[in-house]
């Protein structure tokens, strides 16, 4: 289960990243969501982790909450509570925070269809190809709707995101 709690975080941050840049041709985006990620987003969450092996689904809910100031904040109600907190300096660890660096190392393809924009990102490295196979995310207006992240061997872990 550890995978999933880092899936979590892998989500945040690559919305983090995505959507704290300004890209020349989807700078309208970028600001709307840097400005919501600026002042701060919470909210609850469902999580459904599909293991492909298995043929099964898993579902726990939650609430979390991203802030330049806090990080993220994911914490599981049900089935079992959990809490983990990821400060910015955690996250610059893991990654360098550098958009760019990103964009070096995932194909990202973006559409829309009225004011919904679905972003992912496709890794570039066939060893990261080998763990992720991709990363979607759905954007509606200024909010990350959902995230799913599907792993090389076709686990899934699909993240929605209910904002006040």
């Known amino acids: 289960m550890q995978i999933y709690k880092k899936s979590a975080f892998l989500c945040m941050f690559f919305a983090y990243l995505a959507f704290g840049q300004n890209i020349s041709e989807e700078r309208q985006i970028w600001e709307k969501l840097q400005k919501n990620m600026e002042q701060g987003v919470s909210g609850e969450f469902r999580l459904t982790k599909y293991v492909a092996k298995i043929s099964k689904e898993f579902v726990s809910q939650g609430f979390f909450s991203v802030s330049k100031k806090d990080g993220v904040i994911w914490e599981t109600k049900k089935p079992l509570q959990d809490k983990n907190i990821f400060t ?66 076709n686990d899934y872990a699909f993240y929605e995101f209910m904002v006040p």
Do not use: Y
């Open 88 to 153: 910015m300096e955690k996250l610059r660890e893991h990654f360098s925070g550098d958009f760019d660096e990103l964009m070096k190392k995932f194909d990202l393809k973006l559409s829309r269809a009225g004011l919904t924009d679905t972003l992912t990102l496709v890794p570039k490295e066939k060893s990261i190809r080998e763990i992720i196979a991709s990363v979607v995310m759905l954007i509606e207006g200024e909010h990350l709707q959902n995230c799913k992240i599907i792993w090389a061997n």
